[in-house]
C-alpha cells in the first residue's frame, strides 16, 4: 500500500512538471543557489580560520642581552620561558648575537652607510638579543612574560608591542 501511494505521488509530481516546466525549474535553481551560496559561506569561514592559523603575526618580545651574558644566563633565561612554552605561548625562540646583527645590518643597502659611520668593526656596541615569536594576543600572559624576562639579571630591557597585541 505504501508503494502503491509512492508511486501515485511520483506519478502526480511528474505530471505537475511536464504541466509547468517554468515553475519547477525556477524552484530547483534558487534551490540550487541556496545551496551554493551556503556551501561557500562555510568554505569561507573555514579557509578564515586556517588563514588566521597559519598568517597572524602575533607579537614579538625582543629581550636585550647584557654583554657579559653566558651561555649558563642563556640556560636561565630558556628555563624562565619554558613555563610559557607549555601553554603554547612561545612559538620560536631565536637568538640574533651582535656579530650576526652587525653582518646584517652592513649587508642591508639602505643602512649600510648609517651602520659603518655610527659602529665600526673594532668597537662593535650591538646587543645579543633573542626575539621570542609568541602564539598569543592576550596582553596578559605577554605581560607576564615581559616582566619575568626583564627580572633577570642579564636582561637589560625587553620590548613588546602592546599596541600590536591590543589590536589583535
Do not use: C
Not at 502503491?4 to 505530471?15: D, G, L, P, S, W
Not at 668593526?121 to 612574560?145: G, R
Amino acid at each position: 500500500m505504501n508503494l502503491t501511494k509512492q508511486m501515485r505521488a511520483i506519478h502526480v509530481t511528474i505530471k505537475k512538471i511536464i504541466v509547468h516546466p517554468i515553475d519547477y525549474l525556477l524552484n530547483i535553481i534558487i534551490i540550487s543557489l541556496l545551496i551554493s551560496v551556503i556551501a561557500i559561506i562555510l568554505s569561507l569561514s573555514n579557509t578564515n580560520v586556517e588563514w588566521q592559523k597559519n598568517s597572524v603575526v602575533y607579537p614579538k618580545l625582543t629581550v636585550s642581552l647584557n654583554s657579559n651574558a653566558s651561555s649558563r644566563e642563556l640556560t636561565q633565561l630558556h628555563a624562565a620561558v619554558a613555563s610559557f612554552t607549555k601553554n603554547n605561548l612561545i612559538k620560536e625562540l631565536q637568538y640574533v648575537g651582535k656579530d650576526e646583527a652587525m653582518r646584517e645590518l652592513q649587508h642591508n643597502p639602505q643602512l649600510k652607510d648609517i651602520t659603518n659611520q655610527i659602529i665600526n668593526d673594532t668597537d662593535n656596541e650591538l646587543p645579543n638579543i633573542i626575539i621570542i615569536k609568541t602564539n598569543t594576543s592576550d596582553l596578559t600572559l605577554l605581560n607576564q612574560l615581559k616582566n619575568k624576562l626583564a627580572g633577570l639579571n642579564f636582561v637589560n630591557s625587553v620590548d613588546l608591542d602592546e599596541q600590536y597585541a591590543n589590536k589583535l
